[in-house]
């Protein structure tokens, strides 16, 4: 499923739980969400430039801004952090069993 989040922009509705679920209140820009999404689909800096109309060092910025307000050290960790989370589920490392 894919949300509008004007008129010309289209965001998968995925990222925009998953973010909500594993960071709460982080704001991406506009790009920030664009690479991401595209990140998280396995993309390359080239291909993300190319479909962004982006130079690649661009993308090499909206990356390292979203490690930065993820606090994260690699892509790595981006990708795994967000594969742990599913929309609606209790955010990665948190613990809400009930006894």
Known sequence: MII??????????EIE???????GDVRLTTREKETLDRLLKGW???EIS???HIS???VKAHVSSLLAKFALRSRLEL???FATA???ENKPGENHEQR
């Open 79 to 81: 990708l795994s952090l």
């Open 50 to 52: 190319n479909e962004l």
């Open 44 to 46: 390359g800096n080239k």
């Open 56 to 58: 690649v060092r661009t």
């Open 17 to 23: 739980a998953v973010v909500r679920d594993v960071m």
């Open 4 to 13: 509008e989040l004007d008129a010309t922009i289209r965001v998968p509705i």
């Open 86 to 88: 599913k929309p609606g």
